[in-house]
């Protein structure tokens, strides 16, 4: 059963957004719930500079998303496999925000 914490992260990343609090924001989900999160984030969120699913196949494409975000700000919103291969260049950037949905799948530093 959905309690709506979803919709409830994008209002309060929105005020944030709007308070000028926050600049950059990464989002962990699970692979699944990628496109749900987008979605949500869009409709709830509207006004922030930008939201980008962080899954392109293209190294180069990948490369030129986080330094979009680490440029203009936004929301990166990526999965937790893409977070361990790419640790190096998520890691390079400073977010004021982290959410990890499905908290209880990061177990250790490994996952």
Known sequence: MGLGKTVQ?????KGLFDAELVK?????????????????????CNDCTQIVQFDDKKKANRTDQIKSIRR????LVTSYGMMSSEHINLSDTRYDVIVVDEGHKAKNKDT
């Open 9 to 13: 992260v994008a209002a309060y990343l």
């Open 24 to 44: 950059k924001v990464l989002i962990i989900v699970p692979s699944t719930l990628k496109n749900y999160w987008e979605s949500e984030l869009k409709k709830w």
């Open 72 to 75: 203009k700000g936004g929301i």
